[in-house]
């Protein structure tokens, strides 16, 4: 279960401090994409492909609609060694990660947020 809150700071490269609790979490490789309300969300692979069935269960109109929006922006990622991941510069402009960032619980996955969004 990813719970709490943890601030940090993208720096010049992209690259994104991830919290060890919730790396140990999401497995060796993860799924970050675009979410609701402008802030990106960072998915186990197993959960993604949950929610992706549960969107695919909406019917055609709307679960197309979302399902574009997930998968599109959708990409793997795996932290180095200093449990930092590269988060590509589309995914930063949707969510405006341009410096203080926020990666939140929400249950079965995290939220990535600009802080000043987030508060």
């Known amino acids: 279960m990813f ?19 919730f790396r140990d979490g999401m ?7 675009r979410w609701l309300d402008h802030c990106l969300a960072a998915f186990p692979p197993e959960e993604f ?6 969107i695919a269960e ?10 574009r929006m997930l998968y599109s922006s959708a990409v793997e990622v795996t932290p180095d ?3 930092r ?12 990660l341009d410096h203080d960032v926020s990666v939140i619980g929400n249950r079965n996955f995290a939220e990535i947020w600009n802080t000043q969004d987030w508060e």
């Open 85 to 96: 991941i590269q988060l590509p510069a589309k995914l930063r402009e949707y969510a405006n």
């Open 49 to 54: 492909e949950k929610v992706a069935q549960r």
């Open 27 to 33: 497995g060796e490789t993860f799924i970050v994409t």
């Open 3 to 21: 719970m709490g809150q943890y601030d940090y700071a993208v720096d010049a490269k992209g690259r994104l401090n991830f919290p060890a609790k």
């Open 58 to 67: 909406k019917g055609m109109v709307k679960g197309r609609n979302v399902s």
């Open 81 to 83: 060694k200093q449990g």
